[in-house]
């Protein structure tokens, strides 16, 4: 068949359908679907809505296209599936960070709590020798 028999002949009611089915499948990839809401997921019922055809015309007339279309979605499924589990693992290292962070400081804290005590504890023995009435303290030294 040459070019000119194909454009005198019209297009049948199948291939019209396959044509609208195909420039659906386009415009929601696209995100600029004429009937459902931009940002909708592509599915055979967002197709079919859009293409104005049924869910099982798409099924049963055109299995090739239906493929297409949940091979397309199940990549976005994928590709959203891999960047939440890319944010998971990023979440995870910094929370691996914070938790060493954090478990360093802790250890710090229980240090200084103990060095703090020891103080305490000196400082009390000390100010118990100063009080007592045996002991006489030094004159400060005159400078000069």
Do not use: W
């Not at 049963?60 to 239906?66: E, I, K, S, V």
């Not at 590709?79 to 979440?91: F, P, S």
């Amino acid at each position: 068949m040459s070019q000119a028999d194909n454009i005198s002949q019209p297009l049948t009611r199948g291939e019209l359908t396959a044509k609208a089915i195909r420039q659906a499948i386009v415009r929601i990839e696209k995100g600029r679907p004429k009937v459902v809401e931009p940002g909708r997921k592509l599915s055979i019922q967002s197709v079919a809505v859009e293409a104005g055809v049924s869910r099982a015309t798409i099924h049963n007339n055109h299995p090739g296209l239906a493929e297409r279309i949940r091979e397309a979605g199940n990549k976005a499924v994928r590709a959203q599936r891999d960047e939440k589990n890319i944010e998971l693992k990023e979440l995870r290292n910094k929370y691996a960070v914070l938790r060493k962070e954090y478990l360093d400081t802790r250890n710090l804290c229980q240090d200084m709590a103990s060095e703090l005590a020891a103080l305490v504890s000196e400082n009390q023995r000390l100010r118990a020798i100063a009080e007592n009435e045996k002991v006489v303290g030094f004159p400060p030294k005159k400078s000069g």
